[in-house]
């Protein structure tokens, strides 16, 4: 009896090794989601046109309406409103605007809404884009990410990081 009981107890034991170590090499495990998300990346080129509207008297704020065609990864319009404050002219300025993208990104359609927020100041450039929450529509719903526009001798150009929950 006590040798069926260790060799018993050395089978499990051997079982047991080849177990964990099989799962101390086996990559960590996620936890499922009921929606999985699927991250990617897009780029391309946009043309973009601003358009002056009257400043806001209050505020001092220079307003202008953004019109943009997206192109590569990203085929879409997009309208927006962009504010300014600052002086331009000697490097020292702020901005704000929300636009609204509508068309195909990676062959999603729908739409969603940029947020911008830029800086410039003594030569130094800051700019962040993201997906404003919750503003993803059609196939683009519950859309998130970062955008990057780079500008190169008036030649407009971006890449995108997003992620989008998988269909069901």
Do not use: W
């Not at 990617?40 to 943009?68: M, N």
């Not at 002219?89 to 911008?116: C, D, I, N, P, W």
């Amino acid at each position: 009896m006590r040798i069926a009981n260790l060799l018993a107890s050395t089978t499990l034991c051997a079982c047991l090794g080849v177990s964990l170590q099989a799962a101390a090499q086996a990559p960590a495990s996620k936890p499922l989601r009921k929606d999985p998300i699927l991250t990617r990346h897009a780029e391309g080129t946009f043309d973009v046109k601003t358009t002056p509207l009257p400043a806001d008297d209050q505020t001092g704020a220079g307003r202008y309406a953004l019109d943009k065609q997206f192109h590569g990864d990203l085929e879409a319009t997009s309208k927006g409103l962009m504010l300014g404050a600052g002086d331009p002219a000697k490097g020292a300025a702020g901005y704000v605007a929300m636009e609204r993208v509508t068309g195909a990104l990676h062959g999603h359609t729908g739409s969603f809404s940029l947020q911008h927020m830029g800086t410039m100041d003594q030569g130094k450039f800051q700019l962040t884009v993201i997906v404003a929450p919750g503003s993803g529509s059609g196939e683009l719903t519950g859309i998130t990410g970062t955008m990057t526009i780079v500008n190169t001798a008036g030649k407009h150009s971006y890449t995108f990081e997003y992620t989008l929950p998988a269909a069901p």
